[in-house]
């Protein structure tokens, strides 16, 4: 993409509040379900695994030692390391009644560790659940295993420790290298952790290397994050997530706690997005998807280029057609047409288990026009595009006509110069690559449902 051509007005015109679609439909539609949901979702889960199918396992670590008061995740604030060995034993417990849901030849293609913190696990503590990983599901060395790291909280022991367990990819939180930014976000990370953390994980053979950045913190102006890019891409990583923040204190109460006064103005954040852009395409790296960058000769840019191109909960990945089992208060899973979510409460979660049930708090089972919706709307974040024809073969449906309130919407994001229409095939232009949140609301038939102001973040 071409920065130079980025038009800033335009992205102010587009930039209202809108989903995500790490899932569709999204989190919001979950309804509240409870225990007595579990055994109708049981006997579908064995009825799905008659045969075996690939799957993804997410295990969410909700503890932090401290609050970073821009998150917006689930997490547990302590710092009693004893908590994870009881986590732990109600981790066993759920991996106990989901396997004997599988097929026991099932492949595991992918793990992922998130949270919260999971090195606020100690070395000892991520080493048993790596094996309890291990004897419970059919992994193997192919299997793509990664890790969020904080790098304020990461010994060397840890990096050897999640090596020796099958991790091959890590994700760090880096946010702003800036002093000033970390304190007004309460998180003190000097970039020679950071520096230290990824000379480790290359040194013990975990090559694959992401970072997190956060744009529109306080304190932080053009000048100070084009130094956070400099830094960071010191470290050359494979891959960078530059995600705006997303200020809904609303519906993240530690957002209260940081200083609205200091956060940049609308157009100061939106030149950073600009600058991101230009500077990392600048420096070797392609625009993927809608936040993230990746080396030109690396899976996620080679995904793309291959149409197989994934979103989850974790973000874009490279694995099509796995079925998602997440682990751990909060987490959600989808597995077939069907999402559901743990409960967030720790108490809720533990005594669901220690009552040999599962921790399902919310579910929602999708109906085929949701399957059709979703189908259209991760071609449009995973694809840049979506064929009708393809639409048309695939679900049976004469596309103008089943997506006619659609393309009535669609046609003012033409007229901008955001995708172009010929017949019922859509594409998405250089410069609607921005506006691919707002492309893929016009097939969302929920929105008129919720309070989309109070419930999710600006598009760009």
């Given at each position: 993409m071409d920065a130079s051509n980025i038009d800033i007005d335009l992205i102010k015109k587009y930039n209202v509040q809108g989903p995500r679609y790490t899932s569709y439909p999204t989190a919001v539609q979950f309804r509240e379900v409870g225990?007595?949901?579990?055994?109708?979702?049981?006997?579908?889960l064995l009825e799905h695994n008659r045969k075996p199918r690939p799957i993804s396992l997410y295990f969410h670590i909700p503890f932090c030692f401290s609050l970073c008061?821009?998150?917006g995740c689930t997490k547990v604030i302590t710092k009693d390391q004893d908590r994870g060995d009881l986590y732990l034993e109600y981790l066993d417990r759920e991996m106990d009644?989901?396997?004997a849901l599988m097929h026991p030849e099932s492949p595991v293609v992918q793990i992922h560790f998130g949270g919260g913190t999971p090195t606020f696990l100690t070395p000892v503590q991520l080493k048993r659940l790596g094996k309890s990983i291990r004897e419970r599901f059919n992994t193997s060395g192919d299997t793509e295993f990664s890790v969020e790291i904080d790098p304020r909280r990461c010994t060397r022991d840890h990096i050897r420790t999640l090596r020796s367990i099958g991790c091959n990819?890590?994700?760090?939180?880096?946010?702003?290298?800036n002093p000033k930014v970390q304190e007004a976000i309460h998180r003190i990370q000097p970039f020679g952790q950071t520096r230290r953390v990824t000379g480790w994980l290359r040194e013990e053979g975990i090559d694959?290397?992401?970072?997190?950045?956060i744009y529109g913190l306080p304190r932080q102006t053009r000048s100070t994050f084009r130094k956070t890019m400099d830094d960071v891409l010191q470290l050359q990583p494979d891959r960078l997530a530059v995600y705006s923040y997303a200020h809904i204190p609303q519906v993240m109460p530690s957002q209260k706690l940081l200083n609205v006064d200091e956060m940049p103005s609308t157009d100061e954040k939106l030149s950073m997005l600009v600058d991101a852009i230009s500077h990392f395409t600048a420096n070797g790296y392609r625009f993927i998807g809608m936040d993230h960058f990746s080396r030109k000769d690396e899976e996620l840019s080679r995904a793309m280029d291959h149409g197989t191109l994934q979103r989850n909960f974790?973000?874009?990945s490279t694995l099509a057609g796995a079925d998602l089992y997440a682990f751990g208060m909060s987490a959600i899973s989808n597995v077939g047409e069907i999402y559901w979510q743990n409960s967030k409460e720790m108490n809720e979660y533990y005594e669901a288990l220690s009552n040999n049930t599962l921790p399902v708090r919310k579910l929602l089972q999708l109906c085929k026009d949701d399957r059709i919706r979703k189908?259209?709307?991760m071609q449009i974040m995973c694809r840049m595009g979506l064929s009708g024809s393809e639409m048309e073969e695939k679900w049976g449906i004469v596309f103008d006509t089943y997506f006619s309130e659609a393309l009535k919407k669609l046609a003012g994001l033409e007229r901008d110069g955001l995708v172009t229409i010929s017949g019922s095939e859509i594409s998405i232009t250089e410069q609607g690559r921005l506006f691919l949140r707002n492309i893929a609301m016009c097939f969302d038939r929920y929105l008129d449902e919720v309070k989309v102001d109070r419930k999710f973040s600006k598009t760009v």
């Open positions: 225990e007595k949901a579990v055994p109708d979702l049981k006997k579908y008061w821009y998150c009644q989901v396997k990819r890590a994700s760090l939180g880096v946010q702003d290298t694959s290397i992401n970072f997190d950045l974790q973000g874009y189908d259209a709307i």
